[in-house]
């Protein structure tokens, strides 16, 4: 991805956050005739490999991990917090729109998961994530053999990790406070939270 210098974001400690934060993601890798993409869910295991190690699943019937090769770099995608912003906003007014995000993209090379005990275990932290203290403690989430026959489990040991936090950095300082006050009066949540993320990244 293009990044800018004033929009790149290094801190692998703020890319993880994202990554937890957005984590259904879109893993992107080569095929025939033409690219395939699959959003997926994906958890990143922080304390394996240098910039961490991205798991997942995918449906066994999905032809996309016949394609997966150790051999071969896969991109996932992991898109935050976005906003149009107006050139209403600046001070004085200017006259090109522009669009605010967020966002993070891994490379790597993927390892395939067939072994049942191993899916169980992806699974379980996949759902434990999202469900919180307890899991499911209340419903029967042994997940069968027959549910984890019809998966596919994926690591990806993080090659390359970037961040691209375009957040009107390359704007004056007043041009910036126009954009949050305007971005905090908006009804959208993704509107809220680059005002958020913005309010970080103000001179």
């Excluded at 490379?107 to 932290?125: F, M, N, S, W, Y």
């Excluded at 419903?139 to 596919?152: C, R, S, T």
């Excluded at 009066?185 to 913005?198: G, K, L, N, P, T």
């Amino acid at each position: 991805m293009y990044i800018p210098a004033s929009f790149a974001e290094t801190d692998v400690s703020k890319l993880h956050a994202l990554m937890r934060a957005h984590n259904f993601a879109t893993l992107v890798s080569n095929g025939t005739p033409a690219p395939y993409a699959t959003p997926l869910p994906f958890l990143i295991d922080e304390h394996r490999g240098p910039q961490g190690t991205l798991v997942g699943h995918m449906a066994r019937a999905n032809p996309h991990w016949k394609s997966l090769s150790p051999d071969q770099d896969v991109l996932v995608i992991f898109q935050g917090a976005h906003s149009y912003i107006s050139p209403r906003w600046y001070a004085p007014p200017s006259v090109v729109p522009t669009w605010n995000y967020a966002m993070v993209q891994a490379t790597g090379k993927p390892c395939l998961i067939h072994e049942p005990d191993a899916l169980r275990q992806l699974v379980t932290a996949l759902v434990d994530f999202h469900e919180g203290p307890g899991g499911l403690a209340n419903i029967d989430a042994a997940f069968p053999d027959a549910l984890l026959k019809a998966i596919v489990g994926i690591e990806i040991p993080i090659d390359r990790l970037e961040g691209k936090f375009k957040m009107s950095q390359n704007k004056a300082p007043e041009d910036q406070q126009g954009v949050i006050a305007a971005l905090e009066q908006s009804s959208r949540d993704d509107a809220q939270a680059v005002a958020q993320i913005m309010r970080t990244y103000t001179k």
